[in-house]
């Protein structure tokens, strides 16, 4: 069997370092043989492997229940329709996130929008949250960015005091820890997702985590094409989706679980070399440290550079509210989140994955000095 090939994955970041990819899939023979199970066991999809694949998910996240989908943008899309958001609502999100925490609620044809962040954390400003509700506010799509924790209680404490939907995008965040629990764990109905730059990896998918039941049920029948628990293969009781997972993604996913603390913890050292190696060079800040109440999941690790000129790099993330189909459909221009702009205009991302080796990590840390 053809070995699974570590490549890049991610576009648009100019490689100065070459033969580094940007991020790389950790797979190995584990993977092969459950997936080779599943192929040989002729139930590619609605089969026995989803449902075990849920049943590790909701363990290795505290939350009660997991229901896998096709992407995590599928998840978000299906959260902001069990939260009853449509056209004409507002939703509050971050701009400093990947553009499918504002297409999700776009979709049903919610308005974005976007407040500004934290520079610190590059998460959502509890404080700009509560100065853009309005009365047409529906919604709270939070995003844990960089596997970074938002700042949940204080978010959670805003949507239940304007009686509003709480979304949380943790995408980058398997792993991660606000106060002393898991992200998944706390109550908030979170999405993660596991594309192969993630820390772990399904190939295409993603997975909604709920503390509610009735949620669980009607994640799992948006997904199947709206089908109901009990009736027959062609009886749709709702509008829905094809938006599964399917049986052979779940087997990679579960030999991914299966070392999630090693890659967890792998992910870990990668960035902690980073810190030394790049420590003494001028005009680079650092990713945010932990503290008491934040512990991040390594997803990517993006600096903040003090000089523009002559960077080989691409701005890692551009802000959403300047994307070009979001300006041209809702006027939005420069100046209308200032902290998110200056963020984007000053990270860039390095070459980061579980198996990524120091000597690599040193020519990054050369090609970024050089660049400087
Ligand atoms: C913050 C964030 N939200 C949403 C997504 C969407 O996930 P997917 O690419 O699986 O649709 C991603 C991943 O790319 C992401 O990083």
Redesign the pocket.
């Known amino acids: 069997m053809a070995r699974v090939r570590a490549g890049g994955q991610d576009a648009g970041v100019k490689q100065e370092t070459r033969g580094i990819p940007l991020s790389s899939p950790y797979v190995g023979e584990r993977e092969e043989e459950l997936v080779l199970e599943v192929l040989r066991s002729g139930r590619l999809s609605l089969g026995p492997t989803i449902d075990r694949f849920e049943e590790h998910f909701a363990e290795a996240t505290g939350a009660p229940y997991a229901a896998a989908v096709s992407?995590?943008?599928?998840?978000?899309h299906l959260l902001c329709i069990s939260a009853g958001i449509g056209p004409g609502d507002e939703v509050i999100t971050s701009p400093y996130?990947?553009a499918?925490?504002a297409n999700?609620f776009i979709y049903e044809g919610a308005v974005p929008v976007f407040a500004d962040i934290d520079p610190r954390t590059l998460n959502l400003d509890p404080a700009a949250v509560e100065a853009a509700v309005t009365e047409r506010t529906k919604a709270i799509v939070a995003?844990?960015?960089y596997g970074y924790p938002c700042e949940l209680d204080e978010l959670r404490a805003i949507a239940a005091k304007h009686r509003l939907a709480f979304i949380q995008?943790s995408?980058?965040a398997l792993g991660a820890e606000y106060k002393g629990a898991l992200v998944g764990s706390h109550g908030p109905s979170a999405?993660f997702?596991?594309?192969p730059?993630?820390q772990i990896t399904t190939g295409?998918?993603?997975i909604v985590t709920t503390h509610s039941e009735e949620e669980w049920r009607l994640l799992r029948s948006l997904r199947n094409q709206g089908r109901g628990d009990d009736g027959g293969w062609l009886e749709h009781v709702r509008l829905g989706f094809n938006y599964r997972l399917d049986d052979i993604s779940a087997a990679l996913g579960i030999a991914q679980l299966e070392k999630l603390d090693e890659i967890l913890r792998l992910r870990r050292e990668v960035a902690g070399r980073y810190g030394e190696i790049l420590r003494d060079v001028d005009g680079v800040e650092l990713p945010l440290a932990d503290d008491a109440d934040h512990v991040r999941s390594w997803?990517v690790y993006v600096v903040k550079h003090f000089e523009s000129e002559g960077i080989g790099f691409n701005r890692y993330l551009p802000s959403i509210h300047l994307q070009p189909y979001i300006r041209e459909r809702y006027g939005f221009s420069e100046g209308m989140c200032p902290v998110s702009e200056d963020a984007s205009s000053r990270t860039l991302a390095l070459p980061f994955y579980t198996a990524l080796e120091r000597d690599a990590q040193e020519r990054v840390g050369e090609a970024l000095a050089a660049s400087l």
């Open positions: 992407s995590g943008t599928a998840g978000l996130s990947f499918a925490s999700c995003v844990d960015i995008d995408c980058e999405v997702a596991f594309y730059n993630k295409e998918g993603g997803f």
